[in-house]
């Protein structure tokens, strides 16, 4: 006769992966924007940003970059048709930015208008 039989089963063993940050450059926000067909960039001073996730201007990387430069050839007058921007002015820290003339994107809201 044999005894009851027994199970153990053993834990899988707990792995933790640690993953550098990527560091991200959140730039100004910019005054005007356009939308080149892939996504909308801006620029401030002589600098590129599109408006990435969570609606966070980013420093256009390298191929951004490429793409923007050549749909910017094909629409030389892109500023004369520019958007003004008055829905995209919060940063990453969700802080409300003023356009680069000091007006505010919604200035009335502040007076009870």
Request: hydrophobic letters at 35%.
């Amino acid at each position: 006769m044999s005894g009851p039989v027994v199970t153990v089963q053993i834990p899988a063993p707990v792995v933790t992966v640690q993953t550098p940050a990527v560091a991200v450059t959140v730039g100004p926000v910019p005054d005007t924007y356009v939308w080149d067909g892939y996504e909308y960039v801006g620029m401030v001073g002589a600098q590129f940003y599109y408006l990435g996730p969570g609606n966070v201007w980013l420093v256009c990387d390298g191929p951004r970059l490429a793409r923007w430069h050549d749909w910017e050839r094909a629409h030389a007058d892109w500023h004369d048709h520019a958007i003004r921007n008055v829905n995209y002015r919060r940063d990453a820290q969700g802080h409300d930015v003023l356009r680069h003339d000091g007006q505010g994107h919604d200035k009335d809201h502040d007076q009870g208008h």
